[in-house]
């Protein structure tokens, strides 16, 4: 991830635009890019500060390349690259040597007279065969444990010059929003990676139904209610990359400014084409739940349709999204939960979560050896055995009123 | 009131807020007034900012009402081995200034003994304690003067550190990021340095702490920005406050400040020339179609032209010369000569200009990257005289307890009168006989001169000495 520092961004009539480099655009950006992969990736050995010059070597051909955009992707390169940071403080060692040995012998003087003999020639002269070592190598060593003097040791770097400008593009968004106040997503679909990840990112939600399956979900923090603060922004940027691997949402932010204090929007959909390091998320989170879907097919059955995380329960803090939805073309509507894997844990939390939803119309479908530990209404579960069959559910789906 | 709720009132700490729940609209106005709470439907209560919990305890106290209060998390301390000096009288009135309230700012000149103040109210408090350093040297510095006073080893929270405990350590970059999980684990809060809470990012590490005990400790409380004020409500009103003059003298060593020009060798003189003038007329020719451009202009169209890149580059390149100029490490040599074997402090504008007078001379360097180890071995090695010298950085700035040092030499740094103060205050710790000298090596004919002129405003430098060059 990039700092503020390296954040660039347009603004026009209340919206703020990150940086983003674009094939039209920027024809010679995947070229430069490869090149500074390049230079990474023959780089071992080299210190961190001659590897940024030679990044900014490659980009100072640009004629439109700012230097934060240059700062940005010695960034992102180091981001991927493991320097040796001196962990057993070989450096700070040879220093504690050097300077005690001269320490008696101080001031080194340029030019010995009768007050000061001790020659700067001299004395290093006198050191460097102390340690056994030509005094060039002591003057490299002194300070190798300093950010900029690290050697790079490994670099994982990125599949190509694209996925480089990729997470440059994605980064730029993050640091814009490093500034957010508030964070709202719409979204049809994904919902449980949305919620899971603005979850782990530490942020609170406020959840809207706008239609059948679809959500508004305004994402910030505690402090939020008592005034606009960029507090979340961390956690919002954070967020941002499971977001754009995610599909059909729309997401706007309100990002408060550093200069101005102003306030601008930055909107943003699944259709920008940004891309994400993180994969799509999987559309199933079974075996059991992907063939059951295959099974049923997109066509409706005794007028029901199927619809994979069709609807989010929630309440305060908690929230719950079924693994399928039912939804009948006279308006009734199923949720269905399928609990195949199972640790104490897990099931006593479903158990938890089940209890905090009892009024709404929820089926289980439950493992056959999993369903002796579950106390739950009866009437709720349907017990399978390797899969589970479509009649038994459409039985209890006819049942319901 | 117990009667109309449902449930009794619960308050809760919650993310650097109060959460206060079961109690009815109406009886919050009525306890409250309008304004301190605002609904929050997410959590099903209402909210307040943590730094409110003192008063509202108060509130609840004094109408008599039950409240199921699950805020503190705080504790009494038994203090191991309490080994503390005796105060002098100002120290003295300080603690006693301080005691009456239990919060506000405490304003000493550097090297006064405000550790010694803090140390004492905390041995009195007896309560879980947070220290708010504002860099990790002085974090360190604080662990150390709790053990050594206390006999408690802190827990540290900050240089990639985590070990939270009843008596802890930190920075405010850490303060900030952890006090929605930690504002509620201390019922005293230190502020060292306190003029950098104000900060709008900063004083969440006030505002989202719970603790009814504050204080603040500060030898220039004066922010440029006016945002001082503000400390009355983060930390608590002045309560204390000595000025410099009262302090020279008597427990600071008596000082002068010396000011030597250096001048740049001819091939710096014609390089530095030709970057000024590459500058200056970039900034005319923009300034032909708009006369009111100024220098974020030129930052901001970096990004569009090579021409403004390069004028940015010349800029730096140009400060670089002065910061680094070859003259300032033979003057250095004579200093070093003249006060042979006094121990000598080197406060360089730069890490490189810093590293360059530590590879030319092989004396120690205090930067950021030096380890709490290798920080403590040179301090206590200059110390004990074992090193000669060493040379800073800006790490020093503020607060790090130096060695008794009766010369400085000041080669570079920036023009804020806060930090000349600060600076001095480290050469002027500790009395003796011999005079102090503070040296500032400026380089002539360039912009540091200004600098160093804007600097000696700062009441600190009265009574500057030049030296003819």
Redesign the interface.
């Known amino acids: 991830m990039l700092t503020r520092q390296h954040a660039?961004a347009d603004y026009d009539s209340g919206r703020i635009f990150p940086d983003r480099l674009t094939q039209k655009l920027h024809r010679p950006y995947p070229g430069y890019a490869e090149r500074m992969l390049r230079v990474y990736c023959r780089g071992i050995g080299r210190t961190r500060k001659e590897l940024h010059r030679a990044v900014w070597t490659i980009l100072?051909e640009a004629?439109?390349?700012?230097?934060?955009?240059i700062e940005a992707f010695c960034k992102l390169l180091d981001d991927v690259a493991t320097y040796d940071r001196d962990a057993r403080?070989r450096a700070?060692a040879l220093?504690?040597d050097?300077?005690?040995?001269?320490?008696e012998r101080?001031?080194?003087?340029?030019r010995a007279d009768r007050?000061?003999e001790t020659e700067?020639a001299r004395?290093?002269a006198d050191?460097a065969t102390r340690l056994g070592r030509p005094w060039r190598d002591i003057?490299r060593d002194?300070?190798a444990?300093?950010?900029e003097f690290q050697r790079l040791v490994r670099f994982e770097g990125y599949a190509d010059g694209a996925a480089l400008l990729a997470r440059y593009n994605v980064a730029q968004v993050q640091a814009a929003l490093y500034d957010a106040v508030a964070m709202t997503v719409w979204a049809t679909d994904d919902f449980k990676t949305i919620l899971r990840y603005a979850k782990l990112a530490g942020l609170?939600?406020?959840i809207t139904r706008t239609g059948s399956g679809q959500y508004c979900v305004r994402f910030d923090?505690?402090?939020s209610?008592?005034r606009q603060t960029?507090?979340y922004g961390t956690a919002m940027a954070r967020f941002l990359p499971a977001l754009i691997a995610c599909r059909g949402w729309r997401m706007h932010a309100v990002i408060r400014t550093r200069r101005r204090g102003w306030n601008v929007g930055l909107d943003l959909s699944h259709n920008d084409g940004l891309n994400s390091h993180l994969p799509v998320p999987d559309d199933f989170d079974s075996h059991v739940e992907e063939a059951f879907a295959e099974k049923w097919g997109p066509e409706p059955r005794d007028g029901w349709r199927l619809v994979r995380e069709g609807e989010i329960l929630h309440q305060?803090?908690k929230v719950f999204v079924p693994d399928f939805a039912f939804q009948h073309e006279d308006g009734r509507s199923v949720l269905l939960e399928i609990v195949g894997f199972w640790t104490p844990e897990y099931l006593e939390a479903k158990q938890q979560t089940l209890k905090t939803f009892e009024d709404q119309r929820i089926l289980l479908a439950v493992a056959a050896p999993v369903a002796e530990k579950l106390d739950t209404q009866p009437e709720q579960t349907i017990v399978y055995k390797s899969a589970l069959l479509i009649k038994d559910v459409l039985e209890r789906l006819n049942a319901v009123q | 009131m117990s009667h109309e709720s449902p449930q009794s009132p619960k308050l809760s700490f919650s993310g650097g807020t109060l959460l206060l729940e079961g109690v009815s609209a109406e009886d919050v106005r009525q306890l409250f007034g309008s304004g301190r709470w605002v609904w929050d439907g997410r959590a099903g209560g209402r909210r307040c900012d943590a730094i409110e919990y003192a008063a509202i305890r108060d509130r609840f106290d004094q109408a008599g009402l039950s409240v199921d209060d699950a805020v503190s998390d705080w504790r009494t301390i038994n203090w191991p081995e309490v080994q503390l000096p005796k105060l002098r009288d100002e120290q003295q009135q300080a603690v006693a200034a301080w005691s009456r309230s239990g919060r506000g700012c405490v304003i000493m000149p550097t090297g006064t003994g405000k550790t010694v103040v803090a140390l004492t109210i905390m041995a009195r408090t007896a309560t879980s304690t947070l220290i708010v350093a504002p860099v990790r040297d002085l974090m360190y510095q604080w662990h150390r003067r709790i053990v050594e006073g206390l006999g408690y080893d802190a827990g540290i929270i900050g240089d990639n550190v985590f070990r939270v405990r009843p008596v802890s350590v930190t920075t405010y970059d850490s303060a900030c990021i952890h006090m929605a999980k930690l504002g509620n684990r201390f019922g005293l809060i230190v502020f060292d340095e306190c003029h950098h809470l104000p900060g709008q990012i900063r004083r969440d590490a006030a505002r989202m702490c719970a603790a009814p005990y504050r204080l603040g400790l500060t030898a220039t409380p004066e922010r440029s920005d006016g945002r001082h004020v503000d400390l009355d409500w983060l930390v608590g009103p002045t309560v204390y406050d000595m000025p410099i003059s009262a302090a020279k003298g008597r427990t600071l060593a008596d000082y002068e400040v010396v000011r030597i020009p250096v001048h740049l060798s001819p091939e710096e003189r014609v390089r530095y020339d030709d970057l000024s003038r590459e500058v200056r007329s970039y900034v005319a020719e923009r300034r032909k179609t708009d006369p009111k451009y100024s220098w974020e202009d030129l930052c901001a169209e970096t990004g569009k032209t090579p021409e403004a890149r390069r004028a940015l580059k010349a800029y730096f390149a140009k400060r670089s010369i002065e910061d680094r100029a070859e003259e300032k490490l033979r003057v250095l040599e004579d200093l070093f000569r003249l006060h042979s074997p006094e121990p000598c402090i080197v406060f360089a504008g730069s890490n490189a200009m810093a590293r360059d007078v530590s590879r030319r001379f092989l004396i120690p360097c205090l930067l950021n990257h030096c380890g709490k180890k290798e920080r403590l071995e040179i301090l206590q090695g200059l110390e004990s005289g074992v090193y000669p010298a060493l040379v800073a950085n800006r790490v020093l700035d503020e607060g790090v307890d130096l060695p008794e040092a009766k010369v400085a030499i000041v080669i570079g740094g920036t023009a804020s009168s806060r930090q000349a103060k600060q600076r001095l205050g480290r050469v002027l710790r500790k009395s003796g006989n011999a005079r102090a000298v503070l040296y500032e090596i400026v380089t002539a004919g360039t912009s540091e001169e200004q600098r160093s002129r804007k600097r000696r405003k700062s009441d600190a430098y009265e009574g500057t000495r030049h030296r003819r060059s």
């Open positions: 660039i100072s004629e439109d390349c700012p230097a934060r955009r403080g700070a220093r504690k050097v300077f005690h040995a001269a320490a101080h001031p080194l003087v340029r007050l000061f700067e004395v290093k050191i003057d002194l300070f444990d300093v950010i609170m939600h406020t923090g505690p402090v209610v008592l960029r507090r305060r803090q």
